[in-house]
């Protein structure tokens, strides 16, 4: 029994190391485990990278506001694609960096090796078994490419090799429109390349409320080709790989796929905890406790397939770690949803989704952004945002844009749905002049004017503008 | 008793037309009095043509952050200062056509023309006397200007003729570096104009925090020649007006005065009302009900000098509207304070000021925007975020920054001012990522470090999270 750890952690990316900073403060008999190289998901080939890239395209796209500015000579810009990616790479290097620090001093409870699940208590290390009182699983997840994609070799790309490309196109054809898909291909676009962009569904980066999905679709066919159908289909031909979607046809020099990400879990064994297995192979996980059935092994991040988030996979690093080391495990209140994706107009999705709300439960509050003064100023004009609130109590329930500004409208938003606000509620707070929150508070207003009203007093109209009666 | 109105609106601007909108809700007996040019000063000479100013200015200034990016050819751009002002007055035109709207179809209960109070209820306008039960004085504010630097004439600029100009500079001087000035410098100077700024105190863009005040005076010096000290002093020399402070001295071809504005009530005939008169000639308005003394007398807006912003005026408009036709006047409360500055990065003030609050009584949490990953990310990363928190309750009191995307953040914390909310329950929402609030959270997460903790559980660390156990 004295070799018998209280926990190994298997994978060090976001929620692995978010595992390991709370089983740090309460043992020492613990080992994290790593398959290939360290460092988040997020750091290396995902958020920071994309974010990067997504920077300089815009700071690019913005010379066509020059001229109506009053600002000359942006003919002569141009972006160099090459000189583009090494920005994008020596910064994600430093931002892996910090990353890998907080695995610096592991020492010999860090192993860089590929871990199966021998049982509920035993994990098997290239080789080698190792007893634990707990396990928490956190491999995360990888970009899905169809089997026979990879017959195009270097010219198939996904997040994982996109950002190591010397170059890129000049024509490329990006698969899959969610989130990455979205960002990715607008990017790109932005940024000089000839792209197209193949969907099989009109739910773009995640929308639910079909007029955001059209505003959408209208903002990226102003930089790219979209073609919204068929599933995409790949064959080589002279001069590069043609994209067929039904009728829909191109020919690129390399495609993207953005398909989304499956777990990383084929090889750990899952079958060996005596659990049922979904048909992806899955577990049933408790959000709440992250814990497999009632098992002392739980899962977070990517790979329990739930919320693949950055911030939702550091929650469950947390809550993971804790329980992993709790005489029981702790059910935890999750944050309010939240997902953005940095495109422009940012799209964001706050609490619950549209599509999710019974029809009829809901009012909805919406703003459209080409008339407001702020983005008007801006020449940032273009976008809507929708508030959805509760029909009989006026709590906001819900938010979904495709808005100018739409990150930082959206957090604003997550903390009204976080603390369970009311429309009123947040009418009655300060919006400066002039913002694009301003917009926010016509949308609000929108939906406050579809709400019963609590009276008829000047009290009522009052609140209404969000000035509410001391007494 | 027949012509007898009910109320008189002095002043059409944004608190004069908020008044309106009430009054016009209970009664037709109210005339609205309105001297020089309809339209509101936010839009004339204000909130609008200043961002508008901006924002080209900005998007100008990026350019220096194109050969990082790996955008070529940035050396080429130039800003076209008349047709930047041209695209000003475009807009700025069509803000106030908008404003202006509002009073299309007022027929004969709108005047142009000076009103003159001649006691509690009777208003003199243009030599014809009127009564009415309340009066609503709404005459808002203009420039403060040296009465001896008229003599400068039209090399002599406030913001009511700065847009109005063919062109500016090559060589400015801003003398006043409170709100208006620091944006005004800013802009001009990223523009490409030589601008020297002068200020007499280190208290920039009412900042009250010193910490804060350096890093903007550091953000400042970047575009301009900042000058602090001695009050400016102006003469005619041989190729302009030199402006000395001190020991500096600078000759430039035009000078923007922005030493603040004076309330418009020179001729308002304010003596006649009966009661006390400060100073400048102003009497005691009640905040929360607008009320001069017990009188039928509201006075809202800039005129009352108490928050001379907007969004405030309009809040006043409102009060003094339903107050001016009430049975006794509502007491209403005022929105959190809040007020933003739209330099880069952006200075906003949110809740109580820094310097407002007894030593002691608050801890500062803290966050520097330098290795922010999202500001590195942008090219961004300047700046500084302080939030105030009460000692003994955690709750959040204010907060003051110079920093990137400081505007949204402004809301954000105005929110949870409004709402009375802790630093814990912010570190409840959910922080997307990469994102600028995840600066906030680390100032936050800073001021909860120095907060007593509610215990020593796993619970308690996890809220330090920002996740909170359900049970």
């Known amino acids: 029994m004295s070799d018998m750890l209280d926990t190994i952690i298997i994978g060090a990316g976001t929620a692995g190391l978010a595992a390991l900073r709370e089983v740090r403060k309460r043992t020492s008999r613990y080992l994290i485990v790593n398959e290939g190289p360290w460092g988040t998901t997020c750091a290396r080939v995902g958020c920071m990278p994309s974010k990067t890239l997504i920077e300089a395209a815009n700071a690019f796209h913005r010379r066509h506001a020059f001229e109506e500015f009053g600002l000359r000579g942006a003919d002569a810009l141009s972006a160099d694609i090459p000189a583009v990616l090494r920005r994008v790479r020596a910064l994600r290097d430093d931002f892996v960096a910090g990353a890998v620090k907080a695995t610096d001093n592991l020492g010999s409870t860090g192993i860089s090796g590929r871990a199966t699940l021998l049982g509920r208590g035993a994990v098997d ?121 039904g009728a829909n046809r191109v020919v690129v020099d390399q495609v993207i796929a953005a398909m989304g990400r499956t777990p990383n879990i084929e090889h750990l064994g899952l079958e060996n905890l005596g659990v049922p297995l979904d048909k992806r192979g899955l577990p049933k996980v408790d959000p709440q406790t992250l814990q497999i059935g009632d098992l002392r092994v ?83 004009n273009e976008g ?50 002039p913002v694009l929150e301003e917009g926010l508070r016509t949308a609000l207003r929108d939906a406050a004017r579809q709400l019963p009203k609590a009276s008829d007093s000047d009290l009522a109209t009052c609140a209404s503008l969000g000035v509410s009666a001391l007494e």
Request: with cysteine.
């Open 125 to 245: 290390i290239d080789g080698k078994a190792y007893e634990a009182k707990s396990i928490i699983i956190a491999t995360g997840s990888r970009p899905k490419v169809p089997e026979e994609w990879l017959a195009f070799g270097d010219r198939m790309l996904t997040t994982d090799t996109l950002f190591e490309q010397a170059t890129l196109g000049p024509r490329i054809a990006v698969v899959g429109m969610g989130a990455i898909g979205v960002e990715l291909s607008q990017a790109l676009a932005r940024l000089g390349l000839q792209v197209a962009a193949f969907s099989t569904g009109d739910a773009l980066a995640g929308l639910s409320d079909p007029r955001l999905n059209q505003e959408l679709a209208t903002a990226l066919k102003k930089d790219m080709v979209l073609h919204i159908g068929e599933p995409a289909e790949l064959r080589e031909v002279a001069g590069g790989i043609e994209v067929k979607s």
């Open 384 to 433: 809507q945002l929708n508030v959805y609130a509760d029909r009989s109590t006026g709590r906001l329930r819900g938010a979904e844009m495709c808005a100018p500004g739409g990150e930082h409208l959206a957090h604003l938003l997550a903390l009204a749905v976080q603390q369970k606000l009311t429309v009123q509620d947040l009418l009655g707070m300060p919006f400066y002049h």
């Open 298 to 380: 739980f899962m977070a991040g990517d790979a329990n397939t739930q919320v693949p988030l950055l911030h939702e996979a550091a929650d469950e690093g947390h809550i993971a770690g804790m329980n992993a080391l709790a005489q029981s495990p702790t059910r935890f209140q999750r944050r309010a949803p939240l997902s953005i994706v940095f495109c422009d107009p940012n799209i964001a999705i706050v609490g619950e989704r549209q599509a999710d709300m019974p029809a009829g439960s809901v009012v909805t509050g919406s703003v459209g952004f080409e008339d407001q003064g702020r983005a008007r100023a801006a020449l940032r």
